[in-house]
């Protein structure tokens, strides 16, 4: 099972764009990427998944380089309301059912005003 | 209305108790997940179904039982052999891999 690293905390400022990068140096073929939102007492929250290369949605992007061997969540803009603990996880999605996906401790991320 | 219902949000358990968290989903998923979440921890799982009727042990499998009759329905059951059972409960079932939570049951000892 792919382990993950990411950094147990950042800071930054409203209107800023945030980056966290998560490392996950034994990736295997069949593993995707999968970034996730907490906020405290509330369940996890899907926010993107990707395989290569870079992917994009309303809420973020995340960058993956041709090794896979580590990822990039960026946040454009982020307000106070994106203070959370961000997960990410790596894992073969296709396989479905129980894969082992892993939740570490996630990159606690306070913004300030 | 599509999702995954916990309840109780909040629960207390009396000492040598046991007690049921339920968990509910519409969403047609085959696969069903218990994680455990301590203060400043991430999630650890607890157990997991593929499939209705079958299920398996997770990483902290100890104090926890499970069952899974219907596709739609994975309570799990905190023994009085869990002792140190104060946490945030979660259930996620998904389709592809990709987990959809509960809003969580915040189980605390009496």
């Known amino acids: 099972l792919a382990k993950t690293t990411q950094p147990i905390s950042m800071d930054s400022y409203e209107g800023q764009e945030v980056n966290i990068t998560c490392s996950h140096n034994?990736?295997?073929?069949?593993?995707?990427i999968t970034w996730y939102q907490q906020f405290p007492s509330q369940g996890p929250r899907f926010i993107i998944q990707g395989y290569k290369t870079k992917v994009t949605n309303e809420v973020a992007s995340l960058f993956i380089p041709a090794d896979r061997k580590s990822s990039t969540l960026s946040l454009p803009r982020v307000s106070l309301s994106d203070t959370a603990v961000y997960y990410c996880?790596?894992?073969?999605?296709?396989?479905?059912?129980?894969?082992?996906?892993?939740f570490g401790k996630g990159t606690h991320l306070i913004i300030q005003p | 209305d599509g999702g995954i219902t916990q309840s109780p949000k909040y629960l207390f358990r009396k000492e040598g108790q046991n007690v049921t968290l339920s968990c509910e989903q519409n969403l047609n998923h085959d696969a069903m997940y218990w994680y455990r979440q301590d203060p400043g921890q991430g999630l650890r799982l607890i157990y997991y179904s593929q499939i209705v009727n079958d299920f398996q042990k997770g990483d902290i499998a100890e104090g926890y039982s499970v069952s899974r009759e219907k596709k739609e329905s994975f309570p799990l059951t905190v023994t009085s052999a869990q002792k140190n059972p104060t946490a945030f409960y979660l259930c996620a079932s998904s389709a592809t891999g990709t987990r959809f939570f509960g809003s969580g049951t915040q189980l605390s000892v009496l």
């Open positions: 034994n990736i295997a073929t069949n593993d995707y």
């Open positions: 996880l790596v894992g073969d999605i296709l396989g479905g059912g129980a894969d082992g996906l892993t």
